[in-house]
C-alpha cells in the first residue's frame, strides 16, 4: 500500500475507535500548557496531572514563575524528574515570556524554539492546543514508535521523522494525529509487549506483517 494511502486508513481506523482522542495534559491557559508540557519530558501525564493541580495554584501567571525561588520551584515539580533543570526552564522561559512578550506565550514556532527547555514537539504543542495555530506534528515517544512500526518513517530522529510525517499524512490530520497515536500506543501497541492479534492496524503493520 502507498505510504500516504496508508496514513490516511490509519487515521480514519484509529478515529472510529478513539473518537475522543485528544491531549491529556489539563491546562486552563497557554502559560499552564508550556509548563505542563516542559514537565512531561520523561514523565507521565497522568503525574504531570497531578504535580500541576497544586502548581497553577500556587503560581498563576508566567510573572509568577519568573519571580520563583529557583529551589523550591524545583522541589513543587520534584516526582516529575530531572526537576532541577526543569525548574530552570520553566523559571529562564517565563523570564523571557515577560520581558519580552508582556506576559504573554509567544504564537510563532521560531519564538517558542527561542525558549529555554523548548523543542519543536512542546512548540507544537503548545500552538495547536493553545492557539489553534498547527505548524507540525509533536513527535513523542508513542508517535515515533507506532510511526515506525508502521511503517509510516524510516527515521530515527524526532524533527526528521515529524518532517516525513507531514508529507505523507494530509494536514488536516496533523493537530488529531499524535494523539490517536497516543492512545492506540497505550492501549494496543504498548512498548514492551503490543498486542497485535488485537489490532485493527496488524494488515497494514509493516512490523506485524515482517
Known sequence: ???????????????????DAK???????PVQLLVATILSAQCKDERVNDVTEKLFKKYKTAEDFAKADLEELAEDIKSTGFYKQKAKYIKEACKII???YHGEVPKTMDEL???????????????????????GIP?????????????????????KIEKELMEVLDKKDWFEFPYLMQAHGRKIC?????????????DICDAYLS
Do not use: W
Open 190 to 202: 504498548t512498548s514492551k509487549k503490543p498486542k497485535c492479534e488485537e489490532c485493527i492496524l496488524k
Open 23 to 29: 491531549i491529556a495534559l489539563r491546562f486552563e491557559n
Open 1 to 19: 500500500m502507498d505510504v500516504k494511502k496508508k496514513a490516511k486508513e490509519i487515521v480514519k481506523r484509529l478515529r472510529k475507535v478513539y473518537p
Open 139 to 159: 513527535v513523542d515517544t508513542h508517535v515515533r514508535r507506532l510511526s515506525q512500526r508502521l511503517g509510516l518513517v524510516k527515521s530515527k530522529q524526532p524533527e
Open 113 to 135: 524554539l527561542e525558549l529555554p527547555g523548548v523543542a519543536r514537539k512542546t512548540a507544537n504543542i503548545v500552538l495547536a492546543n493553545a492557539y489553534g495555530i498547527v505548524d
Open 98 to 100: 515577560v520581558e519580552r
